[in-house]
């Protein structure tokens, strides 16, 4: 009996920068090789701000299998390439995450057409901002997200 093949592509492997062994969708992408932690962002902040991006995470990391990947100056989410970030402040959390559309809300701070879809910035700065509306915004980033991905994988 012959083996049905899958219908869903193998994903391209992702290519390691020989510096600093981070993974990225894309040969030679353009990035800083510059190692930092979560840890490091949250250093010296109150514990108000800790705790706003401990929830925060927590709602992105509820969305699906996330790779954490901070950067100098943010955090990235992302499945292969990045769904959303928290730049992590003195006072807040700014946050940023890719749509297929634009929202409309009077939360979003700005919402900028780039490739690969809306991307809509917003400040959090109290836990009631980590709200279910939040929530369903980044579950919907990182399907499309997967999505795109997955489109993109099948060429």
């Known amino acids: 009996m012959r083996k049905r093949q899958s219908k869903i592509p193998a994903s391209k492997p992702l ?3 020989p510096r600093c062994r981070r993974q990225f969708k894309n040969r030679n992408q ?3 090789c510059s190692q930092c932690t979560v840890e490091q962002h949250l250093d010296g902040k109150s514990s ?3 705790e706003l991006y401990d929830r925060f995470a927590e709602l992105v990391l509820r969305c699906g299998e996330v790779v954490v990947a901070p950067t100098k ?3 990235l ?3 292969r390439t990045v769904f959303a ?3 992590v402040t003195r006072n807040w959390l700014d946050v ?3 749509l297929g559309r634009r929202l409309q809300s009077r939360r979003i701070k ?3 057409a780039e490739y690969p879809g809306i991307v809509h910035h917003l400040r959090i700065e109290r836990i009631e901002d980590l709200d279910e509306e939040l929530a369903n915004w980044l579950q919907e980033a990182f399907d499309h997200c997967t999505q795109k991905n997955w489109r993109e994988g099948r060429k």
């Open 48 to 50: 108000e701000i800790v």
């Open 73 to 75: 100056t943010r955090v």
């Open 30 to 32: 353009a990035h800083s």
């Open 85 to 87: 970030t928290a730049g």
């Open 110 to 112: 700005r919402a900028l």
């Open 96 to 98: 940023v995450f890719v």
């Open 77 to 79: 989410f992302k499945v």
């Open 15 to 17: 290519w390691p920068c």
